[in-house]
């Protein structure tokens, strides 16, 4: 993919699936206030792509750079077939993350229920990634930073 990563990007994958679970978080927020569903399905776009990114890192030892989520899910399914099953809700997340944040001519217009409905789609995506890593949300603890 073209930029790269940036030096400073975490290579701990759990790291990404614990702000993977804060997006996810923000989504179940936002819901409350309906001119906030276009940042839901940006944060449900976030959360979905940092699973991703950190199983690959968690099986490959890589972080992969990019936002492609289709892309990012067919490299997940060489190590794991049942990320297969994942891929239709990849193509249809995979264009929130533009255009959930940009004005365009032909916006995106979610409703309640769309967005919930992202809401337990990426959940479950998120449930799924974490039991193939057996990541715990609630015992994660940040990386200290140097004094």
Not at 10 to 18: G, H, P, V
């Amino acid at each position: 993919m073209s930029r790269g990563y940036r030096d400073g990007d975490s290579k701990r994958y759990f790291d990404w699936l614990y702000y993977a679970a804060i997006d996810l978080r923000a989504a179940k927020l936002l819901l409350s206030d309906e001119r906030c569903y276009n940042m839901v399905a940006f944060h449900c776009q976030q959360a979905f792509e940092k699973a991703v990114k950190g199983y690959l890192l968690y099986r490959r030892h890589h972080l992969y750079d990019g936002h492609n989520l289709p892309w990012l899910c067919k490299q997940a399914m060489q190590e794991d077939e049942h990320f297969r099953d994942r891929l239709p809700l990849a193509s249809l997340v995979n264009h929130y993350y533009i255009e959930a944040r940009y004005p365009a001519d032909f916006l995106l217009q979610l409703d309640e229920e769309s967005a919930s409905e992202l809401i337990v789609s990426v959940n479950d995506m998120l449930t799924f990634v974490n039991s193939l890593v057996k990541f715990d949300f609630q015992s994660y603890r940040q990386k200290k930073m140097p004094t």
